[in-house]
T-cell receptor, first 117, second 109 residues
Framework: GAVVSQHPSWVICKSGTSVKIECRSL??????MFWYRQFPKQSLMLMAT?????????EQGVEKDKFLINHASLTLSTLTVTSAHPEDSSFYIC?????????????FGQGTRLTVV | DAKTTQPPSMDCAEGRAANLPCNHS???????VYWYRQIHSQGPQYIIH???NNETNEMASLIITEDRKSSTLILPHATLRDTAVYYC??????????FGTGTRLTVIP
């Protein structure tokens, strides 16, 4: 299957600072990328969908000014957690899809574990 | 997207077939059935998807009932590395991938 890489795999930051997570599709061009968040012992929750070159679409309850998403190229999307607080500590996972509307599978990154202290 | 129902947990003996059921009684005609799995602290891994015909790949087989109201994912020879949470998701191509609670499969030596 296609490869999606996230960086970093884990990060610890101080409360009030911002953290950027990168998601790259290594061997295909991703017209659509997705960002999920997963708290311990819970399922993945979709945060937002981003299409290359356009603004991200956020799910209800997700603050767009706190979770900044940029999808500037067909192989890179970034999620910036601004002014992070301990309650933002979570496992953040991205996925990428080649075609927005076709029934093709989405491929996932390995996830980024964020701890805010 | 149609809702899916999966048992919360299952055990399977190593080397035996693991059969994971999924109910999706409200599935519509253009919705596909997707299966993903998530091994602890990793991103989900795509397994297989199908519309109405049975599908098989190197990882698993997907059996969809004729009325499409349920399906079964079959891992033919389960290994310890197949221990994971398995998610059954029903969606159209244009819709996003929303995860339910899945089935936690434990493969026992």
């Amino acid at each position: 299957g296609a490869v999606v890489s996230q960086h970093p795999s884990w990060v610890i930051c101080k409360s009030g600072t911002s953290v950027k997570i990168e998601c790259r599709s290594l061997d295909f061009q991703a017209t659509t990328m997705f960002w999920y968040r997963q708290f311990p012992k819970q399922s993945l929750m979709l945060m937002a969908t981003s299409n290359e070159g356009s603004k991200a679409t956020y799910e209800q309850g997700v603050e767009k000014d706190k979770f900044l998403i940029n999808h500037a190229s067909l192989t890179l999307s970034t999620l910036t957690v601004t002014s992070a607080h301990p309650e933002d500590s979570s496992f953040y996972i991205c996925s990428a899809k080649m075609y927005r509307d076709r029934n093709t599978e989405a491929f996932f990154g390995q996830g980024t574990r964020l701890t805010v202290v | 997207d149609a809702k899916t129902t999966q048992p919360p947990s299952m055990d399977c003996a190593e080397g035996r077939a693991a059969n994971l059921p999924c109910n999706h009684s409200t599935i519509s005609g253009n919705e596909y059935v997707y299966w993903y799995r998530q091994i602890h602290s990793q991103g989900p891994q795509y397994i297989i998807h199908g519309l109405k015909n049975n599908e098989t790949n190197e990882m698993a087989s997907l059996i969809i009932t004729e009325d499409r109201k349920s399906s079964t994912l079959i891992l033919p020879h389960a290994t310890l590395r197949d221990t994971a949470v398995y998610y059954c998701i029903v969606k159209t191509g244009a819709n996003n991938l929303f995860f339910g609670t899945g089935t936690r499969l434990t493969v026992i030596p």
